[in-house]
């Protein structure tokens, strides 16, 4: 019995009978471990570029393990700043949440509070880096940038894509150094073109719009009267067709466009089948005399 009393002693002074003990044990210090930083030679996009980064408005917790009472839930200040227990206020705003959970076990370590903490972050709600989606999307509203190279093809995927009404160009509206940049982008040229790389990064804060398509209207003697999208380089033998054609009435002589010029005034034009319409254009189908 002695020796099984010994045993147990030993087993116990190990901490093989601790829970989590030996896991403790084998964790990493928050504070000496490495954060990542970028090699020049790294692909863009690679490593710690593609870990978020804290912004203000950003809700987070904080735990310091085995020590419930530094555990904080805070909201990112617009300063970019937090004030956490016994350390006082610190500056996190713009930092990867690894180097954020690096800083505060050194102020932890370095201040006497905590020997080698070992810190973790949890980011619970993100505001402080959106981006606002505008316009004729299938789901406009705000979205989070979860990493530094979300770029403009994201963004349209995190909204459902561009509705039925949408126009095939967005534009992209930024702040940088308190200068506003003003980019409008073809949608379809950035997929189908061959090389086409307008796919820009997306920033915080950037607003992002699609307006509404260009339309058209044709009534008179067509099967189906009404406003209908104006296609890339339609024609108005397209628009014809878009109306489903001409009734037994209707005749290609009598067809007119009524166009607004940049003067403000509507003139009628005699047109080709073939020539390109305009947006807003009105498409008119006389009724054949004989």
Do not use: C, W
């Not at 982008?185 to 915080?204: E, R, S, Y």
């Not at 024609?235 to 489903?244: H, I, N, R, S």
Request: a negative charge; hydrophobic letters at 40%.
């Amino acid at each position: 019995m002695s020796r099984l009393y010994f045993s147990v002693a030993v087993a116990l002074a190990a901490g093989a009978f601790v829970p989590g003990y030996a896991q403790a044990q084998d964790r990493p210090s928050a504070r000496t471990a490495p954060v990542a930083e970028p090699s020049a030679g790294a692909p863009a996009g690679h490593s710690v570029a593609q870990e978020y980064l804290l912004g203000p408005g950003d809700s987070i917790r904080i735990q310091v393990f085995q020590n419930p009472d530094l555990t904080l839930e805070t909201r990112v200040s617009e300063s970019g700043t937090i004030t956490y227990p016994l350390i006082g206020t610190v500056a996190i705003g713009g930092m990867a949440i690894s180097r954020a959970e690096a800083k505060i076990a050194q102020m932890l370590d370095e201040g006497g509070f905590v020997i080698k903490p070992q810190v973790t972050m949890l980011v619970l709600q993100i505001r402080g880096n959106e981006v606002s989606v505008l316009g004729q999307f299938n789901r406009p509203g705000r979205f989070p940038l979860e990493t530094t190279q979300t770029r403009l093809s994201d963004v349209l995927a995190e909204a459902g894509g561009i509705a039925q009404t949408g126009a095939e160009t967005v534009v992209l509206m930024s702040v940088h150094d308190g200068k506003q940049t003003r980019r409008e982008i073809d949608v379809t040229a950035m997929f189908m073109t061959a090389g086409g790389t307008d796919d820009p990064l997306i920033h915080p804060g950037d607003v992002v719009y699609a307006h509404r398509a260009p339309q058209v209207y044709i009534y008179g003697e067509v099967q189906r009267p009404g406003v209908f999208r104006l296609e890339r380089s339609m024609t108005v033998m397209q628009a014809l067709a878009e109306g489903g054609g001409l009734t037994p009435r209707g005749t290609q002589r009598h067809v007119r466009v009524h166009r607004r010029g940049s003067d403000g005034q509507v003139r009628e034009i005699e047109p080709k089948l073939d020539d390109l319409l305009q947006a807003d254009d009105v498409v008119y189908v006389r009724e054949s005399i004989f």
